[in-house]
């Protein structure tokens, strides 16, 4: 009875070992699977593996002239109502080569803040409009969306970078402000700080 006791307990362990501190290999370190509840030195660690990827990347180091000459033509949908409708209540775009597509409140999943517009000759640029047809952001994927990792840059309107999105090999995405800092991690839907507690406020 001792030794079933005994050979019992260890397989529990490996387990729930298996289960909540399974490792993977993500640019060169190994990481715990859920960053909440790994050690302060892996969170560290993450975090300056990505940052340095970015760094490399040359995203923190953009001046926004260029893009803000390229957004000017895309600064009002003149089709925003059409949108809309389409969004709200399934009517037909109004012309082809485009698809669109609402935005909402991330605290309440029912109200429109917003929509999309992504032209079928350019899916990984997303021009992200308010509900009177302004443009405010523009996000680029660099990589592919189902496959990790790859990142989103997030723009305004005017050019100038307002955070990137990091979607890590560990199923994490880690938010960087434009001067390359952590603003956090989103974990199940929650944004989570650089030692792993959560933050009270997100606005996106």
């Known amino acids: 009875m001792k030794k079933f006791l005994t050979i019992l307990i260890l397989l529990t362990a490996i387990i729930f070992q298996a289960l909540y ?3 993977v290999l993500a640019y060169g370190i190994r990481v715990q699977r859920d960053y ?3 050690t302060q030195q892996d969170r560290n660690k993450r975090i300056k593996v990505y940052q340095e990827y970015l760094q490399k990347t040359g995203i923190f180091n953009e001046t926004p002239d260029a893009k803000k ?3 000017k033509k ?3 949908d003149k089709n925003f109502r059409a949108n809309l409708n389409h969004i709200k209540h399934d009517k ?3 012309e082809k080569g485009y698809t669109a597509k609402g935005n909402y ?3 309440a999943d029912k109200i429109l803040s917003g929509y999309s517009i992504i032209y079928d000759n350019d899916p990984n640029t997303e021009y992200v409009y308010n509900t009177l047809g ?3 952001e523009v996000i680029y994927l660099i990589g592919e969306e189902n496959v990790l990792p790859h990142y989103k840059a997030v723009y305004a309107f005017n050019g100038s970078l307002q955070r990137v999105i990091f979607s890590a090999i560990d199923g994490y995405d880690y938010i960087f402000y434009p001067t390359g800092k952590l603003q956090g991690v989103v974990v199940d839907g929650k944004l989570y700080n650089k030692v792993g507690r959560p933050v009270k406020v997100w606005l996106k």
Do not use: H, N, S, V
């Open 69 to 71: 000459e390229a957004y």
């Open 92 to 94: 037909p775009l109004p």
């Open 21 to 23: 501190t399974e490792e």
């Open 36 to 38: 909440r509840f790994t």
């Open 134 to 136: 302004d443009l405010y």
């Open 105 to 107: 409140y991330q605290m």
């Open 74 to 76: 895309y600064r009002k």
